[in-house]
């Protein structure tokens, strides 16, 4: 095996799991999904079938990636955070024909305990403040807290908030990286 799984944990058959991958306590990885190269799933994670994850996806512990979600690259899923994929869950109605889709976009970070209802795309390199409720898609770059969720403002590659001046211009403190905000889009330059 080229990845490491926890002797406490389970890996059905039919899984891709990518090179470097750990696997950590009580975890349970569902079968049909795929896991990129040098993710690290937390203690106690449910990775559902078909759920997609990209490389170096960082999941901390107690969450459920349920059927219907894919991560890009480089996302992060802070401790105890959730993703629905039924609107409308009754436990007397089967609703597995109804799962909505959920994308995270690469580089994205989501919150401790933050909760997004399934059918919202969060962008890349977006920010989910730590207890949100996403409630909406969110768009690349944007930092978001509350329940329902605001945008607040903007967040570099790095992790910096972004401070725009009268020319749409910023660069995040911390790394150097240059951005523009043309028309409610941030792109790095």
Known sequence: MSYFVHESS???EDC????GTKIWHFSHIMSHCRIGK???IGQN???SPEVVLGNNVKIQNNVSVYTGVTCDDDVFLGPSMVFTNVINPRSAV???DQYARTHVGKGASIGANATVVCGHNIGRYAFIGAGAVVTKDVPDY???VGNPAVQV???SEYGCKLAFNENGEAVCPESGEKYRLTE??????
């Open 142 to 144: 944007a930092l978001m």
């Open 45 to 47: 994670v449910v990775i």
């Open 153 to 155: 403002g903007w967040m």
């Open 94 to 96: 089967c609703r597995k």
């Open 16 to 19: 891709l799991i990518g090179e």
């Open 10 to 12: 389970y890996v059905d």
């Open 184 to 189: 409610g889009k941030v792109v790095r330059l």
């Open 38 to 40: 040098n993710c690290n």
